[in-house]
């Protein structure tokens, strides 16, 4: 779609790959609704929680690295009928979340 400004609006079609970033260090608030809903505030609230989880927050740096790829994937796989990501790809997020719940991470 290329940039966005103030109060543009946007729809994505089901299926279709799709992300958003702010290329910027000025703050942006972003309204994402989502219909059906499904469970996508469920989905958000658990990746703050996450996110929380895995920060440090003394210095309020999160690393991917594999304990948060498990974390990340014991929740992907909780949210299959909301939202499957692309990358990495779909069959990695399947194993790393077996692998998650034979370690006991739940999300």
């Known amino acids: 779609m290329g940039r966005c ?3 543009d609006k946007f729809a994505v079609a089901k299926g279709v790959t799709h ?3 702010n290329p910027t260090e000025s703050v942006v608030t972003v309204y994402n609704t989502h219909q059906p809903a499904l469970r996508m505030e469920h989905y958000f609230e658990d990746v703050c ?3 929380d989880k895995l920060t440090d927050h003394r210095t309020k ?3 991917m690295d594999l304990k948060s790829m498990l974390y ?3 929740l992907m ?5 909301e939202i499957i990501v692309k990358s990495p790809p779909d069959v990695a997020i399947k194993v790393l979340g077996f692998v998650s719940k034979l370690i006991g991470i739940n999300y």
């Open 61 to 63: 740096d999160f690393k």
């Open 72 to 74: 990340m994937s014991a």
């Open 77 to 81: 796989n909780n949210y299959r009928s």
């Open 5 to 7: 400004k103030k109060g």
């Open 19 to 21: 992300c958003f970033r």
């Open 49 to 51: 929680k996450v996110l």
